[in-house]
C-alpha cells in the first residue's frame, strides 16, 4: 500500500523565516494535494498538484511536484502566526477523476513571534 | 455557501455500544469520503461513495463499521460493539464528480469510547 512521509514532523520558526516541508510517496503519485489543519478544525484545502514539474502557489505558500523523485514540497515564504498549524500532505489512492486520498501524518508548525 | 457538517461534534460512549455519525456533504457533490483520524494512525481513509456505484469499502478496519449513503447526499458511518481503539475523530469529506477530486472537509465528530 502506498505511504507518504513528511519531513520535518513538527518546525518551529520565527516570524518572517522561510520554511519549507517535504512529502516523499513510496509509489507513483497520480495527484498530490495540500491541506491545512488547525487544532479542533478540519482539513483546509491549499493546493493540489497533479503534473510533472507543476508549482502553484497562493499567497506566501508555494508547492511543486516532482514525479520522478515521488516528491512534492511547501514552502512559506516570510511566515506569519497565522502560517502556524499541521500540514499534511495527501495523495490520489487511484489514477482516477474521483479518489480516496492517502494521507502523511503530518508536519506541526510553530511560528514564533 | 453552507460546506459540509457532521453531527454529532462530540460522542462519548461506552465499550460495546453502538454509534452512528452523520454527515451532510456541499448540496451537488456527488462523491463523499470518511475517514479517521487518530494519534497513532493519522488520517485514514475508511469508505468512499461515488453516485449510485457500489462503494469503496477498502479502507474499513473490521466488519464492525460500515456505512450508508442514502439518496445520494446524507451519509452514516455506524460502528457496532465498539471498542477503546475506534476513539478519533471521524472526518467527511465531499467533492464534485469532476474538477480535479479538491474534497472538503467537515469538521469532524470526535468519539471517544470509555
Known amino acids: 500500500s502506498q505511504e507518504l512521509e513528511q519531513s520535518p514532523q513538527s518546525l518551529i520558526v520565527q516570524e518572517g523565516k522561510n520554511l519549507t516541508i517535504n512529502c516523499t510517496s513510496s509509489k507513483t503519485l497520480y495527484g498530490l494535494y495540500w491541506y491545512k489543519q488547525k487544532y479542533g478544525e478540519g482539513l483546509i484545502f491549499l493546493m493540489m498538484l497533479q503534473k510533472g514539474g507543476e508549482e502553484k502557489s497562493h499567497e506566501k505558500i508555494t508547492a511543486k511536484l516532482d514525479e520522478k523523485k515521488q516528491q512534492s514540497s511547501l514552502h512559506i515564504t516570510a511566515s506569519q502566526p497565522s502560517h502556524a498549524g499541521i500540514y499534511l500532505c495527501?495523495?490520489?489512492?487511484?489514477?482516477?477523476?474521483?479518489?480516496?486520498?492517502?494521507f502523511g501524518k503530518g508536519t506541526r508548525l510553530s511560528v514564533i513571534a | 455557501g453552507a460546506g459540509v457538517s457532521q453531527s454529532p461534534s462530540n460522542k462519548v460512549t461506552e465499550k460495546g455500544k453502538d454509534v452512528e455519525l452523520r454527515c451532510d456533504p456541499i448540496?451537488?457533490?456527488?462523491?463523499l469520503y470518511w475517514y479517521r483520524q487518530s494519534l497513532g494512525q493519522g488520517l485514514e481513509f475508511l469508505i468512499y461513495f461515488q453516485g449510485n456505484s457500489a462503494p469503496d469499502k477498502s479502507g474499513l478496519p473490521s466488519d464492525r463499521f460500515s456505512a450508508e449513503r442514502t439518496g445520494g447526499s446524507v451519509s452514516t458511518l455506524t460502528i457496532q460493539r465498539t471498542q477503546q481503539e475506534d476513539s478519533a475523530v471521524y472526518l467527511c469529506?465531499?467533492?464534485?464528480?469532476?474538477?480535479?477530486?479538491?474534497?472538503?472537509f467537515g469538521p469532524g465528530t470526535r468519539l471517544t469510547v470509555l
Open positions: 448540496s451537488g457533490h456527488t462523491a
Open positions: 495527501g495523495a490520489a489512492k487511484y489514477n482516477s477523476g474521483n479518489t480516496p486520498l492517502v
Open positions: 469529506a465531499s467533492s464534485l464528480s469532476f474538477g480535479g477530486n479538491e474534497q472538503f
